[in-house]
């Protein structure tokens, strides 16, 4: 697929105006000044359309959903074949074979896989048989090896067979007409499969969604390059997020690191709108003087800035950038900070422009190991361990501390607990909600 081949559907020209589109309305905030996690995402999603589809090879179509029903025009197998290797037979004529009194047929032929009997089986005879072979007409069982001597001229049989055993019928997987996969359906790797048994090679898919990720910054170094100063940082976040959203089955471009000057930014991002169904930028959201997206990120298309009611990742962007509106989450700088968001908002907008349901992930229920406390009045998503016992039931403990900057313990978790707004101690014993970091809904 071309670089920059996906087009957006073409849309009615509207009057010139000065004014930048808006957004749609935001939820209200609360009392607090607040947006709800669950208001912020559902709000997102909404301003957020699915991508349109595309026709794709089935091997690139891995992981995708399907935008048409699919109905096999073929039968699977498409014909009776040998389920073994052995000798195709008619049963009666083996009816009384035991390893002491064998029955003795002729072997009048063989057929190999891909290959055809030239005549069909005669009464009193037995024909070499190959596994996926065609079965000849006149034979109704099949004779395993392993219940013979592999006779070449005759074959010594001692055991008997039911008429049919050891045959795989025509159709008998998937007959010809059957719909096999529905639009929606996400193609793993056995759906994969069964499109090329069934003759299929391409099929319509919603694609891969073009993730541009960018990383804002004076303070920020490339990973491999010296720090020249005490008060520079290496760039995490941009590695991490565009491994997140790779993980999550987009197509990601992550770009270099952009500095606190507006203009770059803003070039920077325009730059990007031609290769990106959606915008990924980390740092500058938050209430300080240097938080550049936030300043000059209204310049250039509808934005939504809002405090969201949980904790790491309460500063939070949204906008719909340029002429082709295209989206743009701005997450928080803090390394934790942004990947809770991340899961938070940015996976399910990906899983939405797939057309991958569920959007969220599924949330789970384990028993806390120890005691948990929170703050009330925020969502508190703290990085856990999930661990199993004997009887497979989940268990989870807290992964180090809350600081939102604590990256080596975030790398160590495989959960995020979700302690509700109104929750101020879990009790251990107690169930708590997460969701698993390792399982792909």
């Given at each position: 697929m071309p670089l920059f081949g996906r087009k957006k559907s073409p849309e009615p020209e509207a009057p010139a105006q000065h004014a930048l589109p808006s957004l749609p309305e935001p939820p209200a905030a609360r009392p607090d000044g607040l947006r709800s996690l669950a208001d912020h995402r559902d709000y997102?999603?909404?301003?957020?359309?699915?991508?349109?589809?595309?026709?794709?090879?089935?091997?690139?179509?891995?992981?995708?959903?399907?935008?048409?029903?699919?109905v096999s025009t073929v039968n699977l197998p498409?014909?009776?074949?040998?389920?073994?290797?052995?000798?195709?037979?008619?049963?009666?004529?083996?009816?009384?074979?035991?390893?002491?009194s064998p029955v003795i047929l002729p072997v009048v032929g063989e057929i190999a896989a891909g290959k055809s009997a030239s005549h069909p089986l005669s009464p009193g005879t037995a024909m070499k048989i190959m596994t996926g072979a065609p079965v000849p007409a006149g034979a109704d069982a099949i004779i395993p090896y392993e219940d013979t001597d592999r006779g070449e001229q005759d074959v010594r049989i001692f055991a008997p067979r039911e008429a049919g055993q050891h045959i795989r019928r025509r159709g008998e997987d998937v007959e010809a007409d059957t719909q096999v996969f529905s639009a929606g359906d996400r193609l793993g790797p056995r759906a994969i499969g069964l499109l090329a048994a069934i003759g299929l090679d391409k099929v319509l898919v919603r694609p891969r969604p073009r993730v541009v990720v960018v990383s804002t910054g004076s303070e920020l170094v490339e990973p491999g390059l010296p720090l020249d100063s005490a008060d520079q940082i290496y760039d995490s976040n941009s590695y991490m997020l565009a491994a997140a959203a790779r993980a999550a089955g987009a197509q990601v471009f992550r770009v270099g690191l952009v500095s606190d000057d507006p203009e770059e930014v803003k070039q920077t991002i325009s730059d990007q709108q031609v290769r990106a169904d959606l915008i990924l930028t980390t740092g500058g959201v938050s209430q300080g003087d240097f938080d550049v997206v936030k300043a000059v990120m209204p310049e250039m298309g509808a934005t939504d800035f809002a405090q969201v009611a949980?904790?790491?990742?309460?500063?939070?962007?949204?906008?719909?950038?340029?002429?082709?509106?295209?989206?743009?989450?701005?997450l928080p700088g803090n390394p934790v900070s942004a990947f809770v968001s991340f899961e938070a908002f940015v996976r399910p907008a990906i899983r939405k422009l797939m057309g991958t349901r569920p959007y969220g992930r599924t949330a789970v229920r384990c028993v806390a190991s120890h005691a948990i406390t929170s703050i009330p009045g925020k969502v508190q998503l703290a990085r856990g361990i999930v661990t199993y016992d004997e009887n497979g039931s989940r268990q989870v403990e807290l992964a180090g501390g809350h600081g939102s900057h604590l990256l080596g313990d975030l790398s160590r978790a495989n959960a995020l607990v979700l302690l509700a707004e109104e929750t101020e101690l879990v009790a251990a014993g107690d169930e708590v909600v997460v969701w698993l970091l390792n399982e792909d809904d």
């Open positions: 997102l999603l909404d301003c957020i359309e699915e991508l349109p589809p595309f026709g794709q090879q089935i091997l690139d179509a891995l992981d995708l959903s399907l935008c048409e029903d699919i498409g014909f009776d074949n040998s389920a073994m290797d052995g000798y195709a037979v008619q049963a009666a004529d083996v009816a009384d074979a035991t390893p002491g949980m904790q790491p990742g309460k500063p939070q962007g949204f906008g719909l950038i340029g002429e082709d509106r295209t989206p743009m989450i701005m």
